[in-house]
């Protein structure tokens, strides 16, 4: 009995069981904003998942997507089939603000809706190497991946600290904005303000932005083939579902408005080659041919400037086109982050 005991917190010991982790806060005090403005009470949310090893040298960071939580990206973190393999690194995922779990428009008790001070990719950044150095004592990390505006933090994260991350896989990416990206999203927005204009409800305006994303998150390709064009009106219905409870419109806004804004290469006078010779971080890029809500151009000319390999996914499921081959872009991040 006591030998079977002993193999029992063994196997716990060394192998610990990687569920979604618990929703954990750090308390960042009040928050100062790149625009001078302040986040009262601001909180981070995050969630880690396997074992830091001694030299806390096994960390991988993953921030959020557009109106992502810690918990929806918790889904791609677990085994070696997973997109991050916790029984080998040791992973964060970061609530960005906005998301409704970190300080937002919809969760501030001070600040509500929009008397929440508008925030950057940047400061999103900041409140997270903030946590990293003051809650987590975690000064370099080996590795970070994200996707969509996940992606966004990231390239933020090396520009602003070149020698914080070692290698980095941000996919369906964006260094900066296209035209395309930006008259997409400020379609948006001017929805968004014509609507509160015109006396409309937020679920209505919810309605059309949703309609709206989803048009272009994937091709018509994709669209024509999985949607009966017989059973359309049934189809219409998931739009008209109440906006999720940690984004409401208010949160839609403040992060598509963070997104309009974010372009690295303004550090460096808008020179995509001095921003290339500022990168020190090991970077792979993934792309989709088909991205229609994030135009894959700004990745692939960076990728030029560095001189490094970009992965182009081609398929007909757009901005979601990992979600169409996972199995060969986990086989892709494995082997990036695979270590000598």
């Known amino acids: 009995m006591w030998v079977k005991m002993r193999r029992l917190i063994l196997a716990i010991l060394l192998f610990p069981i990687f569920i979604s982790a618990q929703q954990k806060f750090a308390d960042l005090g009040n928050f100062k904003l790149e625009s001078n403005s302040v986040i009262e009470h601001c909180k981070l949310g995050y969630?880690?998942?396997?074992?830091?090893?001694?030299?806390?040298?096994?960390?991988?960071?993953?921030?959020?997507?557009?109106?992502?939580?810690?918990?929806?990206?918790?889904?791609?973190?677990?085994?070696?089939?997973?997109?991050?393999?916790?029984?080998?690194?040791?992973?964060?995922?970061?609530?960005?603000?906005?998301?409704?779990?970190?300080?937002?428009?919809?969760?501030?008790?001070?600040?509500?809706?929009?008397?929440?001070?508008?925030?950057?990719?940047?400061?999103?950044?900041?409140?997270?190497?903030?946590?990293?150095?003051?809650?987590?004592?975690?000064?370099?990390?080996?590795?970070?991946?994200?996707?969509?505006?996940?992606?966004?933090?990231?390239?933020?994260?090396?520009?602003?600290?070149?020698?914080?991350?070692?290698?980095?896989?941000?996919?369906?990416?964006?260094?900066?904005?296209?035209?395309?990206?930006l008259l997409y999203q400020k379609t948006q927005l001017q929805i968004i303000e014509s609507g509160r204009k015109a006396g409309m409800c937020k679920k209505e305006i919810m309605k059309s932005l949703k309609m709206m994303q989803l048009l272009l998150a994937r091709t018509p390709k994709y669209v024509v083939e999985n949607v009966d064009r017989l059973d359309f009106n049934n189809y219409l219905k998931k739009f008209d579902t109440p906006a999720q409870e940690n984004f409401p419109l208010a949160n839609w806004e403040y992060q598509l408005r963070a997104m309009y804004n974010q372009d690295i290469t303004k550090y460096f006078d808008y020179d995509i080659s001095k921003t290339a010779k500022a990168i020190k971080t090991k970077l792979l890029m993934i792309v989709s041919k088909t991205d229609h809500l994030l135009n894959p151009s700004s990745a692939i000319e960076l990728s030029k400037a560095l001189g490094n390999e970009i992965i182009i996914l081609d398929n007909n499921c757009g901005h979601l086109a990992i979600g169409c081959e996972m199995e060969k872009v986990v086989k892709i991040a494995h082997e990036f982050f695979r270590k000598n």
């Open 47 to 181: 969630r880690t998942f396997g074992r830091l090893n001694k030299d806390k040298s096994n960390v991988i960071i993953f921030p959020t997507w557009f109106g992502g939580t810690s918990e929806h990206v918790s889904s791609l973190v677990g085994e070696n089939d997973k997109l991050v393999d916790s029984t080998k690194f040791f992973v964060i995922i970061f609530d960005a603000f906005g998301n409704g779990i970190s300080s937002s428009p919809s969760n501030s008790g001070s600040q509500p809706d929009t008397l929440f001070p508008r925030f950057s990719i940047a400061d999103m950044i900041e409140a997270q190497h903030k946590m990293m150095i003051e809650t987590l004592d975690i000064h370099h990390v080996y590795g970070a991946i994200g996707g969509s505006m996940g992606s966004m933090q990231i390239f933020e994260w090396i520009v602003k600290y070149p020698n914080f991350i070692e290698k980095a896989l941000p996919y369906v990416c964006s260094p900066f904005r296209s035209s395309n990206d």
